[in-house]
């Protein structure tokens, strides 16, 4: 048997860190095993515990935000995946996330099926777009500079042929956070949501070759 996915929610409303509960801890693939209302509380919680995922919400009140929480964690000895899960959709809110190092970016609209899709993805260091944020993405990167760059096509490639962002940042030198923004800017520029979808906008448009 599969060994579930541990969980930490990260919101400052407790209602809705129980709907999260409810809905995450009811899965056999899934088991929340602590809440935080507070970057730091997050960022205590995930080092006693050791979480696959952190879901973390962008506004928490008094104190450090979400990206704060989210760089502090990833900061950690053995950090967690952070999936970003709000309200805010702006491409500010959005790209400060991400360059954070999140691996994901949700809507707190989005279907249950998508979060726990999201959920698996980013546990296996995918990233994960909503839908609406990945246009807001496409919109902002739109103009006569569209084609993708070098390190693009580089990065893109090696998506293309099985590799996990960490492999891609071990073999190109750079950082995972800085392989997770290029995602960003890859699936704005293409008008996809997702790594297969990438992958499969840029052979058809004969942009990389495998």
């Known amino acids: 048997m599969t060994t579930p996915l541990r969980l930490i929610l990260v919101d400052d409303h407790p209602v809705v860190r129980a709907g999260l509960r409810a809905l995450l801890g009811g899965r056999p693939d899934m088991a929340v095993v602590a809440e935080a209302a507070t970057a730091d509380d997050a960022v205590r919680q995930a080092a006693a515990l050791?979480?696959?995922?952190?879901?973390?919400?962008?506004?928490?009140?008094?104190?450090?935000?979400g990206v704060a929480a989210t760089e502090h964690l990833l900061a950690l000895p053995d950090p967690?995946?952070?999936?970003?899960?709000?309200?805010?959709?702006?491409?500010?809110?959005?790209?400060r996330a991400i360059e954070a190092g999140a691996t994901g970016y949700l809507l707190k609209d989005c279907p249950p099926e998508e979060l726990f899709r999201a959920?698996?993805?980013?546990?296996?260091g995918q990233t994960v777009l909503s839908p609406p944020v990945a246009a807001r993405l496409m919109d902002r990167m739109r103009?006569?500079?569209?084609?993708?760059?070098?390190?693009?096509?580089?990065?893109?490639?090696l998506l293309a042929r099985g590799h996990a962002n960490k492999e891609i940042s071990r073999r190109l030198f750079i950082s995972e956070a800085t392989v997770k923004t290029h995602l960003v800017h890859i699936y704005a520029k293409l008008g996809v949501d997702s790594r297969t979808a990438a992958v499969h906008a840029a052979v058809e448009r004969k942009l990389i070759r495998l």
């Open 143 to 157: 103009g006569p500079r569209t084609t993708l760059s070098a390190r693009e096509v580089e990065i893109l490639t």
């Open 80 to 95: 967690p995946r952070v999936l970003v899960l709000t309200t805010y959709d702006t491409e500010d809110d959005i790209l």
């Open 50 to 65: 050791r979480p696959d995922v952190v879901l973390m919400d962008l506004q928490l009140g008094a104190g450090a935000d």
């Open 119 to 124: 959920v698996h993805a980013a546990a296996a």
